[in-house]
């Protein structure tokens, strides 16, 4: 069955820092990959979204890689704040019809001063 | 930035009673999702809902659930007969189209079955 690993273990790094989160699946092979982000008691917020053409994609201080090969995803924040502390979550796109999201459980990042 | 609002924020009922969760979609949009997170677990996916008709759903999505676009605006999620288990997180949203493209979700309505 299909499978999406984020680390669930909190990721804490320190303000300025560039944090990395990963997303690994398994047994598909998505056209596209999307990244939320959410914080406590909210709703996901889209970040960005790469398709299988693209091996990278940029938005300001976010950078997001896409290797189909490995069949996976890293998430980078650079010059990390304060403010980016929340839940990352990876949602590979499904083939075929299906618009529906399956979230992977998401990476908690704790940047800390 | 457009919004995908929900009502209420907080809703507590006693179990075996039906409750109708309410989303009010971002208006140019033409699909339309479900999604619940129980508390400490991960945002999953309960239904899609397509030119008023249901055109995805989870095993989790069974007889008690059902959803509606009753206008224009609104697209609820009915819970006919509620369980303990139905205490989550639950999130609307919306996108403008289909596959790959970005979806906007709700604040979100917090579930309490007693």
């Known amino acids: 069955s299909q499978k999406i690993e984020q680390n669930s273990e909190a990721l804490n790094i320190q303000e300025g820092k560039t944090a990395t989160l990963t997303c690994n699946y398994t047994n598909y092979s998505p056209a596209y990959l999307q990244w939320y982000r959410q914080d406590p008691g909210r709703g996901p917020v889209f970040l960005l979204l790469?398709?299988?053409?693209?091996k990278e994609k940029r938005k300001e201080r976010l950078k997001v890689t896409f290797d189909t090969t490995l069949k996976q995803s890293l998430f980078h924040i650079t010059a990390s704040q304060p403010a980016d502390s929340a839940t990352y979550l990876c949602?590979?796109?499904?083939?075929?019809?299906?618009?529906?999201?399956?979230f992977g459980t998401g990476t908690r990042l704790q940047v800390t001063l | 930035e457009p919004e995908v609002t929900q009502t209420p924020s907080h809703q507590v009922t006693q179990m075996g009673q039906e409750v109708i969760l309410r989303c009010v979609p971002i208006s140019n949009h033409l699909y339309f999702y479900w999604y619940r997170q129980i508390l400490g677990q991960k945002v999953e996916f309960l239904v899609s809902?397509?030119?008023?008709?249901?055109?995805?759903k989870s095993e989790i999505f069974d007889d008690q659930f059902s959803v509606e676009r009753p206008d224009g605006s609104n697209f609820t999620l009915k819970i006919r007969s509620t369980k303990l288990e139905d205490s989550a997180m639950y999130f609307c949203?919306?996108?403008?189209?289909?596959?790959?493209?970005?979806?906007?979700f709700g604040p979100g309505t917090r579930l309490t079955v007693l």
């Open positions: 809902f397509y030119n008023n008709e249901i055109s995805e």
């Open positions: 949602a590979p796109g499904h083939t075929g019809t299906a618009s529906k999201l399956t």
């Open positions: 949203a919306s996108s403008e189209l289909s596959k790959a493209f970005r979806q906007f």
């Open positions: 790469i398709r299988e053409n693209e």
